[in-house]
């Protein structure tokens, strides 16, 4: 089956789709009460919706996809020999993340940049949690309607600056001759500046600042919802704090702590702007070999092959942390 005949027909099946959820929802309801989706909206405004979120899925997410997991089977061709006898579908991209395709050694390089990009990750990912949930559960459980609406002004305002401009704003804060060294090396705390910048202390703090938001908003939702009840009953029955977090908070919030994290992790996995702003000179973070292969080398099928070698490996750390933290998918949707 051809590429463009793909193309052709991939649009009528995500529609139908959606089409097929819809009508299904309407069969499978159990509660009289309950409308189903063409009753709710009708069957205009329902069509229109589904027709709306299908091209959307479609455009931004499906055809992309689709188009680099074919590209990444092709090998790199110049345009005047793409569709003749060489262009043939290969493993050489994919092979080519484990060997070298010149000399045939060990990539240790660019699996060095994929594993350090994936254990950042999950670092930034753990770090955000710990910063948030703290404040998610003042701001749930503890802070009045003022202080509520000042803390959320806080969280938000900043982030009407562009991302680009606020990784510049932390690289000026921790640079060797930044506001940050000055201020200490002045208190006498330290002699020298430290190199925030070249220990990756930069593109830890730039990766949790930048999806702060997204971490801390999950996580309030859920615990909101918590009956305050429960946790006083916890009080008098004299748990201690950690234990009422242990055993009540944390489990409720499962939920949103699942969607928090897979959040984060996942946008911090694909993360260009702060790796180049806010790394050392020796970090080498993954999503920039995909973009120098992509924008420098102009070798779209090996860059399409990391690029969902990423995306594959960024979907199965997910799917096995739900597992083992028995949340559903459809819990983090909630």
């Known amino acids: 089956m051809s590429s463009r005949l793909i193309v052709l027909i991939v649009p009528f099946v995500v529609i139908a789709i959606f089409w097929l959820m819809a009508r299904q929802e309407a069969k499978l309801r159990r509660d009289p009460t309950h409308k189903g989706y063409f009753e709710r909206n009708g069957m205009t405004l329902g069509v229109l919706f589904i027709v709306l979120v299908a091209l959307w899925t479609l455009f931004l997410v499906v055809l992309p996809y689709l188009y680099m997991v074919v590209e990444s089977f092709h090998p790199q061709l110049p345009p005047t020999k793409r569709g003749g006898p060489e262009d043939m579908l290969t493993l050489e991209q994919y092979e080519s993340f484990f060997i070298q395709p010149v000399g045939g050694g060990l990539n240790v390089t660019h699996i060095g940049a994929f594993a350090f990009s994936i254990l950042a990750s999950i670092a930034v990912t753990a770090l955000n949690f710990a910063i948030c949930y703290p404040l998610a559960f003042y701001m749930a459980q503890s802070a009045g309607a003022q202080k509520l609406r000042l803390l959320m002004m806080a969280l938000i305002v900043p982030y009407w600056v562009n991302e680009i401009l606020r990784a510049f704003s932390l690289r000026l804060l921790l640079a060797s001759k930044g506001l940050i060294n000055q201020m200490l090396m002045a208190a006498g705390l330290i002699d020298a500046p430290i190199d925030f910048l070249g220990n990756n202390v930069g593109l830890y703090v730039g990766l949790s600042y930048a999806y702060l938001l997204i971490m801390i908003f999950p996580l309030y939702n859920a615990i909101e919802s918590l009956d305050k009840n429960q946790i006083e009953a916890a009080r008098d029955l004299g748990a201690p704090w950690w234990r009422i977090h242990k055993d009540v908070v944390i489990p409720y919030a499962k939920p949103g702590i699942a969607s928090g994290c897979t959040m984060v992790f996942m946008l911090s996995a694909g993360s260009l702007a702060a790796p180049q702003f806010l790394g050392g000179p020796r970090t080498l973070w993954f999503t920039s070999v995909i973009y120098n292969f992509f ?23 997910v799917m096995i942390m739900l597992r083992l933290f028995k949340v559903s998918l459809g819990e983090t949707i909630k």
């Open 295 to 317: 924008f420098q080398n102009f070798n779209w099928a090996r860059g399409s092959a990391y690029a969902f070698i990423l995306l594959a490996a960024c979907i199965a750390l």
